[in-house]
């Protein structure tokens, strides 16, 4: 079974800063996708970023970039100049494809943009 | 863009009643995911099912059942309904093997 691991149940950090969230997943598989989900206190799962293993060069989606580094199986998320808006619970979740394609979640990390 | 729909977006039940929700997957997604998310815990994994048929189960209880239509929309039936039901329950949907798209979930409270 694919594990993922989300060590940091709670960060802060300050409006305008930069922010690095950790995970870190368990899997002998080569072939898989990797993503980052925030969830805002409405509770709505919203797609952030999304890695494919097989593509060395690292996701980026404006604000937010990831550190992808598949020997280590690590899979961090930066938020550069952090928005009070960001401030949600962040899931790190792997897929592994053509097997049902269900998520493994990570515990989250709850992420509070301090003005 | 269109988005996943569920219905209703609240439910609320007593003990051992039956429940059913509601999904609609993003126009030409085939596959639908459906989580359950308890107070404070990571969503876990239910059942999916692709082009009608279930593609994968996860924990699943016995007392639930689910199904994909011909129109592609998906139903989760829920019997006997014990207080540790009450959770978010999230559909998803996708392309298959691509992003999964999550509805804004239905919030079963079972009193």
């Known amino acids: 079974a694919q594990t993922v691991t989300q060590s940091q149940p709670e960060m802060s950090v300050q409006e305008a800063e930069t922010v690095t969230l950790s995970c870190t997943y368990d899997t002998s598989e080569n072939n898989y996708y990797l993503f980052w989900y925030k969830q805002p206190p409405s509770r709505q799962m919203i797609l952030v970023i999304r890695q494919e293993a097989y593509k060395q060069q690292n996701a980026t989606e404006n604000r937010f970039s990831v550190n992808f580094q598949k020997a280590a199986k690590s899979f961090s998320l930066k938020i550069s100049d952090s928005q009070l808006g960001d401030t949600a619970m962040y899931f790190c979740?792997?897929?592994?494809?053509?097997?049902?394609?269900?998520?493994?979640f990570g515990t989250g990390t709850s992420l509070t943009v301090i003005p | 863009a269109a988005g996943v729909i569920q219905s209703p977006r609240h439910l609320i039940k007593e003990k051992r009643e039956t429940a059913t929700l509601k999904c609609y997957p993003i126009?030409?997604?085939?596959?639908v995911y459906w989580y359950q998310q308890g107070p404070g815990q990571d969503p876990q994994f239910l059942i999916s099912f692709y082009e009608k048929m279930q593609s994968d189960k996860g924990s699943i209880p016995d007392r639930f059942s689910a199904q994909q239509f011909s129109d592609y929309h998906s139903e989760l039936n829920m019997s006997s309904l014990e207080l540790g039901d009450s959770a978010l329950y999230f559909c998803?949907?996708?392309?298959?093997?691509?992003?999964?798209?999550f509805g804004p979930g239905t919030r079963l409270t079972v009193l």
């Open positions: 126009p030409r997604h085939d596959t």
């Open positions: 998803a949907s996708t392309p298959r093997g691509d992003t999964q798209y």
């Open positions: 979740a792997f897929m592994k494809p053509n097997t049902g394609n269900q998520f493994y």
